[in-house]
């Protein structure tokens, strides 16, 4: 780190905390509304980071708007228009009452708005018009995320997640804010903003082949802290990029912030020359195959127990809509699951409202007959109808509002009121369902959550259908900025991998390629 001396003042600056957080998959046909972001206001944001507790002898924080959407399809304009129009005068009303000195940006970086490629930028800009260019602003954001030269441009510094799946949520935004108190609060003389380095790379994988479980990605990432303790930098980032969304922006990048220009600049390219280096060497975090071939290994005599599949292409919590029935179609149409004595699957999940209604209604050990799914996503699979056992009904969950669990030979169907993501193992024991104790577990998802994994004897990721297809070339770009590995294998030349340096805020952009 730089020398740097404490800035004299007479008080603890201000900070402001805003942002829209969602990952948007162009290839869903779900649209996201305002009420999917669970928007917390004022006293509520500041609550929802402990962490800023231990922060408030250095700093005072003031909460505008937040709001954190289940990942999905894109936002319609009024929606976000509604919310931005909300955070823009919700920090005008603070900037009236006091002096405001930073900013904490909290987002994921993968927002699609119908009719903006960059959502981020644009209502980061909406914000810099009211609280002027003179605030500091830091951003954290998930490594799926997107980072454009105009994003890089109006913030002073940005970190993201180094994890996938992303265990150190808290401890980046928690980075991201301590990173703003001190460049708020203790300076190298002479300098007021840091130095930003930006380096593009034409290189757009799923987040399941980057995962930092496995290499390259675990030595690729492990490189980040490293560059971070270089003299003169205050923080080292690496984006994947987010691969479900069909916009130019969409590809890795890396970022560098500090005080030192040749430092910074130096970082960057290490880490993007690191990347592109490795970039054929990224495999999916497991065994692979067709949702059959899954279903054959998971049944094969002598497979552990429970054995995982994730029915990846309508993952939603990578932007799917997880509205498809095309999986649990298959798993019952297989006989093998056609007698209650056949093995125990747990199937998680599909939407149904008026299945839910009806299964509420007739209440657990009824037999009901009722269809689901398919309302919005009926590409590959239409509506399932099923007759079973009602075996559970829960209220109250936050994303699915009422869960169902439907028993069909021997499958336990989930089918939820709204659609709903299952990564944790409560989540099935709430339901009166033992997935320790399952022969199959079937989850809408990609890479295991860290509690699934744990509970997988094993698991294979299956290579299915639906707006989250892990098969990029199959799903189909044609926005995307070409060449563009692993679309383009052949390059006309190399990459141009060196530093861009990009403004502050308060200086003109520029041409940055």
Known sequence: MSESHPTPTARRPVIAIAGLAIETSTFTPTRTHAAAFHPDRGDEVVARYPFLADIADRAEFRGALIGHALPGGVVDRDSYESLADEIVSRLGAITAAEQLDGLWYDIHGAMVVDGLDDAETDLLGRIRAVVGPDVVVSASMDLHGNVTAELAHQVDLVTCYRMAPHEDALETKERAVRNLVDVLTTRPVGQQ?????????????????????????????AQVPEVEATPGVLDAAIWVGYAWADQPRDRAVTVVTGWDREAVAAGAERLARAFWDVREEFVFVAPTGSFDECLTAALAPGAARPFFVSDSGDNPTAGGSGDMTWGLTRVLANPVFASTDGPTVIYASVPGPAAVETAVEAGVGATVTVTAGAEVDDLHAGPITMTGRVHAVKHGDRDAE???????????????????????????TDLDLAPRDADLVIVKIGYLEPELFDMAADWMLALTPGGVDQDLERLGHHRIQRPMFPYDRVFPSAPDLGARIIPPSNEPLGAIA
Do not use: C, M, N
């Open 193 to 221: 903003r840091p130095v930003k380095a930006w380096v593009p790379i034409p290189v757009l994988l799923p987040g399941e082949q980057t995962s930092t479980r496995i290499e390259p990605a675990a030595s690729l990432y």
């Open 402 to 428: 009422t869960e169902v669990v439907l028993q069909v030979g021997s499958v336990f169907a989930i089918l939820t009121k709204l659609r709903k993501p299952y990564h944790h193992e409560h989540d099935f």
